[in-house]
């Protein structure tokens, strides 16, 4: 019971901003706090992955980037020319297609969003799979090149392709239809439901990973990340708890991609760049690396900032500074102590 | 037999640490590997338990052939074992730690442990009943919630043995179980020896302490510089020439 | 393939190939001493460039060049100071992501000093028109005085390591750093040295490539990864290695133009890296069961 606790502050959380933004009449905010909550969905699949496995990744941003660009490739490409091409025409008959018309009347067809988002998680798994088997067998210095190896293999590959935009990435991505009244869209008159499946889908995550971590595979994990030898020669499969973990974070990072760019309408470059991929990293080492209500804390004040303009251009020096000041002073993260204490002295009066 | 080595071999570069080894371990035993620094009781438990791989020779476990096998592959065939310099998993309680040896007799996997199923739970409750009852058993019931790495040396030791049985091996390897202890917490190790042994658990230590060893011990194989010298019961051990010449040396007389 | 063709893509091939291999000797030489792995390397040759473009507006070019030099020395002795120094035997993660951190902050602040824009050293010698023929293939004098410095560089190196007190004290720490302070050398003074020493050489390298290569605030992240390739193929810590693997990175960089798009270019060489890092961790030329010893 006491693990669903920060659960339902979450929740309670989640519902107490909507309601002041109306209050104060500032719902211009729910836009920067519904990106906020893609964005914690690739930290938390991250903290899970380097708080709670021990394996850093440099390249998440390659993932969300995977599934950003693949659904928006998919919903914007038109595919009329093609039509006669036989695997187009079966993905037509098994009503995976749009037909439509674009602005100028001409006709239009593109891929499903439900199936692009499919096609989009779909091979976001083979990759992460197809990458995660050599890379995880490294440790230190080589894992973290590795995976910013691969973080700038994505970046360059979406800034050499015309069919990725290039230096200007996809625009006018059509929204997400996901249930009838339910569209993942930018639109000003869905802002309020979407600000609630962004955060709810957050809130989903948390409680899938908290099960986790309380869980034998979680135990596991933080024994594979203490001491891994010792923990394959007690009975753990190592190397497959490993990769199922960068496999999970892989996938809710490119969950995050693929919805944030319904919600934008878009996504550059920008998006799968080391940069990000450092950021993410920064914030899960603030937020305490294995502490996954540490990482969403400071992941959701942070984005919001850094969102909302406030470090103007030092956006990125932030994010560096705040690595290294971490790293040098607190390496358990800001709230990693004080936070947890809190908590439990918190709970302990309770019971 | 439920282990047996058969011309186990390993070589680090120039270095032969186990040459040509051969012996065997009969089900309820309880067997001793000595010898003097260096002769190759580590590497010969690393090689047993998969963490490192032969450069040739073959070990049988059960009748499987396990050389070339992962650890873990190892581990739930049913061995277990300690390590000589402890290796608990920092951050995580006494507690925590025994219920990591419950993993091979659990199998919550990664969906059913994010939804939390109710059979799960069930599991779950029962690895904590099973680790708390082997934590009394090792008399250290109180530290359960103790982080395990901040505990004292002879309990981390405890903790670590916790562990392995937690496993439910029909094969323990001890590395070492009494470095480190006095002569109380040593006669205490040898009773608790005796006690797993006499529950059906066989037994495979590495010991320096030459009073634990011929007191436990049914046999005892002698390496030196990685190759089998001697092999037998304690009362041979202790009358074998080539015994007394390498541990007394070859000048003194 | 002409024959002036190739003569054109070996000598480009050449000089990157040894600007490479000197960033990976940067990491070799702190890898060596510390058993870190430094993610700014390629931020001091940014940096070197950087100042020297600016030094050269008061200074005479070789003046500038030098002063740019002892700057990033500078700066790469108090990266040292200030970051690492004072903590106690950090683990690799935390090592990686100041590291990280240290090259973030460097990049951002070249940003507010120097803009986005891209900037070069003039030519040493002559302008960008001016050509000489070698092998039949037309190039700037610029690209020998690069390999010209580099190699110097290089063998300079060597020397220093091979004869001079320093520098045998350096390889002793490298060697065994306990047994090192038991002989009394200073290893937190070899530490600063090594990243001075490594500042250096990647600024020097940064200041005679800026004419042909330009200097931009953001090009350390790409040689650093390019550095680090070059470091991993011959077998980490070995600096001798290092100048053929970078050799054979410039190489393969330079003549795979004539077969894939040039914006594959960087993810060539990476896919090397990540095939040596999954192949051969130890490096081409290094060995296993030396490299399983080290710590990562």
């Known amino acids: 019971m006491k693990r669903h606790l920060p659960l339902g502050l979450l929740v309670l959380a989640i519902i107490g901003v909507q309601l002041l933004t109306r209050a104060t009449d500032t719902a211009f905010y729910l836009t920067p706090l519904t990106m906020t909550a893609y964005y914690s969905l690739v930290i938390v699949g991250l903290c899970l992955l380097m708080g709670y496995a021990g394996q850093i990744s440099l390249g998440h941003a390659g993932f969300f980037a995977i599934g950003g660009y693949l659904s928006a490739m998919l919903t914007t490409k038109n595919l009329v020319p093609f039509k006669d091409n036989s695997l187009i025409s079966l993905c037509d008959e098994l009503g995976l297609l749009v037909h439509g018309q674009d602005m100028f009347g001409s006709a239009f067809t593109h891929v499903q969003p439900w199936a692009a988002c499919g096609c989009a998680i779909l091979v976001t798994i083979v990759v992460a799979y197809a990458i995660g088997i050599p890379v995880l067998k490294l440790k230190g210095h080589y894992l973290a090149m590795a995976t910013l190896g691969f973080g700038i293999i994505v970046y360059r590959l979406a800034l050499a392709f015309p069919l990725f935009g290039e230096a200007d990435g996809i625009s006018d991505v059509p929204g997400f239809p996901l249930l009838p009244g339910l569209s993942v869209s930018g639109d000003f008159s869905s802002r309020v439901s979407n600000y609630y499946l962004a955060w709810g889908m957050v809130a989903l995550a948390m409680w899938l990973l908290v099960n986790l971590i309380h869980s034998r595979v979680g135990r596991a994990l933080k024994a594979i990340h203490g001491a891994e030898g010792a923990a394959n020669a007690t009975g753990i499969n190592t190397a497959r708890y490993k990769l199922n973990t960068f496999v999970i974070s892989a996938v809710l990072a490119s969950v995050a991609g693929i919805f944030l760019t319904h919600y934008n309408g878009g996504i550059g470059p920008s998006e799968a760049g080391i940069m990000k991929s450092v950021r993410y990293v920064a914030i899960v080492a603030i937020g305490g690396m294995a502490n996954l209500w540490g990482a969403l804390t400071m992941g959701a004040l942070l984005n919001i900032m850094s969102l909302r303009g406030m470090f103007g251009s030092y956006d990125d020096a932030v994010f560096g500074a705040i690595l290294i000041v971490i790293m040098l002073f607190a390496p358990q993260g800001l709230l990693g102590i004080s936070l947890s204490a809190t908590f439990k002295r918190i709970l302990r009066r309770g019971e | 037999m439920l282990l047996e080595i058969k011309n186990l071999s390993r070589r680090f570069g120039g270095l032969q640490a186990v040459s040509d080894a051969s012996f065997s371990v009969r089900q309820g035993m309880i067997k001793a590997v000595i010898g003097p620094n260096g002769a190759g009781k580590t590497t010969l438990f690393n090689l047993i338990s998969g963490t490192l791989l032969p450069s040739s020779g073959a070990i049988h476990f059960k009748g499987q052939p396990i050389h070339g096998l992962p650890p873990y592959r190892i581990a739930r065939l049913g061995m277990a074992r300690t390590y000589q310099n402890i290796k608990l998993y920092p951050g995580m309680t006494a507690l925590e730690n025994v219920m990591v040896g419950r993993h091979c007799r659990s199998r919550a996997g990664f969906i059913s442990g994010m939804l939390s199923l109710p059979w799960t739970k069930k599991e779950e409750n029962a690895s904590r009943a099973a680790a708390l009852e082997l934590l009394a058993l090792l008399d250290i019931a109180d530290l359960a919630e103790v982080e395990a790495t901040s505990l004292a040396f002879g309990q981390q030791r405890a903790v670590e043995f916790a562990r392995a049985l937690a496993m439910e091996p029909e094969l323990l390897l001890l590395d070492e179980p009494a470095a480190g202890l006095n002569i109380y917490e040593t006669a205490e190790v040898a009773r608790l020896i005796t006690k797993i042994n006499e529950q059906g658990i066989t037994v495979l230590l590495v010991e320096h302490d030459m009073s634990l060893v011929m007191d436990i011990s049914h046999e005892i194989v002698v390496l030196s510089f990685g190759e089998k010298i001697a092999e037998g019961t304690p009362s041979e051990i202790q009358h074998n020439k080539e015994v007394i010449r390498i541990y007394l040396g070859e000048d003194d007389a | ?296």
Request: hydrophobic share 55%; with cysteine; net charge positive.
């Open chain 3, 1 to 296: 393939m002409t024959l002036e063709l190739f003569s054109q893509y070996l000598l480009a091939g050449v000089t990157y190939g040894i600007i490479y291999a000197i960033v990976g000797i940067g990491f070799n030489i702190i890898y060596n001493t510390t058993g870190i792995i430094n993610f700014a390397q390629g931020e001091f040759v940014m940096l070197g460039g950087m100042i020297a473009i600016s030094m050269h507006q008061w200074l005479p070019l070789p003046l500038a060049i030098v002063a740019a030099v002892l700057l990033v020395m500078l700066i790469g002795a108090l990266v040292e100071i200030l970051f690492i120094r004072w903590l106690d035997r950090p683990s690799v993660l935390r090592m990686i992501i100041i590291t990280i951190g240290i090259s973030i902050l460097v990049r951002e602040a070249a940003l507010h000093i120097w803009g986005e824009g891209v900037r070069s050293l003039p030519y040493f010698v002559g302008n960008e028109i001016t050509t000489v023929r070698i092998m039949g293939a037309r190039v700037s004098p610029q690209v020998l005085w690069v390999i010209g410095v580099c190699t110097v560089m290089v063998l300079a190196l060597s020397l220093f390591f091979k004869y001079t007190l320093q520098g045998k004290k350096m390889q002793a720490c490298a060697a065994n750093r306990v047994a090192a302070t038991l002989c009394g050398i200073s290893t937190k003074n070899m530490v600063t040295l090594s990243f001075m020493l490594s500042a250096g050489i990647g600024a020097l390298a940064g200041c005679v490539m800026s004419p042909i290569t330009y200097s931009q605030y953001d090009i350390g992240t790409g040689l650093a990864i390019k550095g680090f390739t070059v470091a991993i193929l011959g077998g980490l810590g070995s600096s001798m290695a290092a100048v053929a693997a970078g050799l054979l990175l410039g190489l393969i960089e330079s003549f795979s133009v004539s077969v894939v798009p040039l914006a594959f270019q960087d993810a060539i060489s990476i896919s090397l890296l990540l095939a040596i890092l999954f192949l051969r961790p130890h490096g081409l030329f290094g060995n296993k069961d030396a490299a399983d010893l080290k710590e990562f």
